[in-house]
């Protein structure tokens, strides 16, 4: 069974950074996880579960949320099957539990189209 871990979460300050790898590992999933699309969502307190960012299996195409865009960027080490997000000029609303996800299908920007997600790991942002 295949499975994403979320690392790297915790305390970040306003105008700081953070980077989250998510790791693939399961011996199938990590083999086919570099030809997967590959995401990441949040959800904050109160709120629905959002879409942050997503990459194409190549890493030739990506995709942000307007809120994140610029400040936000999601990459890969394939040799590692590990998926980041670097999180720079940090804001209080970038508080969410924040969630890796890869699907074998094309890109998507919704939950529904993604199959495999992590456990989501909480990113606090203080003023």
């Known amino acids: 069974q295949g499975q994403l871990v979320e690392s790297g979460g915790g305390l970040g300050q306003a105008g700081g950074s953070l980077r989250l790898p998510c790791a693939a590992s399961?011996?199938?999933?990590?083999?086919?996880?570099?030809?997967?699309?590959k995401g990441w969502f949040r959800r904050a307190p109160g709120k629905e579960r959002e879409f942050v960012a997503a990459?194409?299996?190549?890493?030739?195409?990506?995709y942000y949320a307007d809120s994140v865009k610029g400040r936000f960027t999601i990459s890969r080490d394939n040799a590692k099957n590990t998926v980041y997000l670097q999180m720079n000029s940090l804001k209080p609303e970038d508080t969410a539990v924040y969630y890796c996800?890869?699907?074998?299908?094309?890109?998507?920007?919704?939950?529904?189209?993604?199959?495999?997600w992590g456990q989501g790991i909480q990113v606090t942002v203080s003023s």
């Open positions: 996800a890869a699907d074998p299908r094309g890109i998507a920007t919704d939950v529904g189209g993604y199959d495999y």
């Open positions: 399961g011996r199938t999933f990590s083999s086919y996880f570099s030809s997967y699309t």
């Open positions: 990459m194409t299996w190549s890493g030739g195409r990506t």
